[in-house]
């Protein structure tokens, strides 16, 4: 049975899906590597938990459980050491994945299962630098992890049904929807939402037309809550690129590549709302929707 849950990465997604663990009384312990980055997840947790609390969602003891759960490490090792289930969540890129595998395949115990929540790279790939590839799986969840409901469970080459079902039924535990898949490029999630993103980057670099009427199409015409440019703001137009890049190396077929004008927004720093500019620009305590100067019609 799964008690105690390791998350590693306390950004956005990591901090998340320590968010929803707690909640649901889960031990967890979440890791990054200084406690400034702790700081400010656990600053986020707060809040978030917050909304939820004025939502009626939870109560006041509900929101102290759940931080009381949650307890920050540094130290990697001592983090995972009594952990039934790991959780990476760390940046997507393929070689920090790798590397932080092959430490986790040292740390962990043999019947410790290792999940990493990439949105895009090989878990068999992953799974193949561990000393037990049978136990590691992808566990997706989606952006915000206490709000979305989707889990997107991604079996590597050598994952066992054990391991595989065990991850499914947990997920219900915490109130998610899980959908197997398998280990392809960009799963089932990303394959079908980042060629579309791309194609909506062209529409606006071929001069289709402007980024407001790009997304005001996909949302009044498809249903879509938010324009698919808006969407790779949200993302992180370095992630949607990280993602591209995959796809296209994984499947060698063009429709993949990802269009230029992302690939020079991402090397400009424009990177969405992190960096407070993508195609829209972000200014602190405005919930306003602001087209970016670069995309203006003034």
């Known amino acids: 049975m799964i008690k105690k849950i390791a998350v590693i990465g306390s950004g956005t997604m990591g901090n998340g899906i320590a968010h929803a663990f707690a909640l649901n009384g889960f031990e967890v312990a979440l890791v990054d590597i200084n406690n400034e980055a702790l700081n400010r997840a656990m600053q986020t947790i707060n809040t978030n938990l917050d909304r939820q609390l004025k939502k009626g969602a939870i109560d006041e003891q509900r929101k102290t459980d759940t931080l009381n759960h949650i307890t920050t490490f540094t130290d990697l090792k001592t983090a995972v050491s009594n952990a039934d289930l790991v959780i990476e969540a760390a940046t997507e890129n393929k070689e920090i994945k790798l590397n932080l595998f ?56 050598a994952t066992t049904d054990e391991v595989t079902n065990t991850i499914m039924g947990l997920s219900k535990q915490l109130d998610k929807v899980p959908v197997e898949v398998n280990d392809y490029p960009g799963f089932v999630a990303n394959r079908i939402l980042m060629p579309m993103i791309n194609e909506a980057v062209y529409t606006l670099y071929e001069g289709v037309a402007g980024v407001e009427e790009i997304d005001t199409v996909m949302k009044l015409g498809m249903a ?20 591209l890049n995959v796809l296209y190396n994984g499947f060698g077929n063009q429709k993949y590549a990802p269009c230029p004008l992302l690939v020079n927004m991402v090397t400009a720093g ?29």
């Open 102 to 157: 092959k430490q986790l395949s040292e740390f962990c115990g043999e019947n410790t299962i290792l999940a990493s929540n990439t949105s895009s790279i090989s878990i068999t790939q992953i799974a193949a630098v561990t000393n037990k590839p049978g136990n590691v799986i992808g566990m997706h969840f989606m952006n915000p992890v206490p709000l979305m409901k989707l889990v997107e469970v991604s079996r590597g080459y």
């Open 224 to 243: 879509h809550p938010m324009g698919p440019l808006q969407l790779a703001d949200f993302i992180g137009l370095d992630v949607c690129l990280a993602i």
């Open 270 to 298: 424009n990177t969405g709302i992190k960096s407070g500019n993508g195609f829209y620009k972000y200014i602190p305590g405005s919930k306003d929707l602001i087209i970016a100067d670069k995309f203006s019609k003034k």
